[in-house]
């Protein structure tokens, strides 16, 4: 049994048609994920960056990061943008939606371990400026204040970290 399905999967490996209709469904779902990722996109701002109360943009490069204690995809994200804070190579800013009270986002982020610094949106007038309708968002905004990047959904460590990388140099 064993040497059939090595066999059957030898032969697999060898037939172009294999590799072919992969490489299909392989492009179909790039471009399903993109066309996704730009419509969730649609409504995020790009060029200057709109003032959040504490930050001075001009110091080092900011990623301005929106979540909501409810969002189970920022519970994968949340702990790379504390790292982020906890390195204090960058500015880090989030923007808390619908997640209660100042006390509770602070009791949720204190036994989440959460280190980066919140402002709380419970009116949603932030996230209506920065054209946020998806969390999590990502918005990179380099020194003299400028949106650089943006993203929406699950990003790596490395990602937001590239993206960073990219606006300071």
């Known amino acids: 049994m064993k040497n059939q399905l090595k ?3 030898k032969s697999r490996i060898k037939d172009k048609k294999f590799w072919v209709s992969n490489a299909k469904t392989l492009a179909l779902m790039l471009i399903i994920i993109f066309s996704i990722t730009q419509y969730q996109q649609r409504t995020m701002i790009d060029g200057k960056a709109p003032i959040l109360s ?3 943009y001009s110091k080092k490069t900011t990623l301005v990061y929106f979540w909501g204690s409810w969002c189970p995809i920022c519970k994968t994200t949340s702990p790379f943008v504390s790292t982020l ?3 204090k190579d960058y500015n880090i800013i989030s923007v808390a939606l619908s997640s209660g009270s100042d006390d509770e ?3 949720y ?3 989440n371990d959460y280190q980066f610094n919140t ?3 419970d009116n949603g007038e932030i996230s209506r400026t920065w054209g946020v309708n998806v969390t999590p968002s990502i918005y990179i905004v380099d020194t003299e204040g400028m949106i650089t990047h943006t993203s ?3 990003t790596s460590l490395w990602g ?3 993206r960073l990388w990219w606006a300071s140099i």
Do not use: P, V, Y
Request: proline share 0%.
């Open 54 to 56: 504490g930050i001075n």
């Open 160 to 162: 937001m970290r590239l």
């Open 119 to 121: 402002i709380n949106d």
């Open 105 to 107: 986002i602070a009791t």
């Open 109 to 111: 982020q204190q036994g």
């Open 85 to 87: 804070a906890k390195e």
């Open 152 to 154: 929406t959904g699950m």
């Open 7 to 9: 066999n059957i999967f």
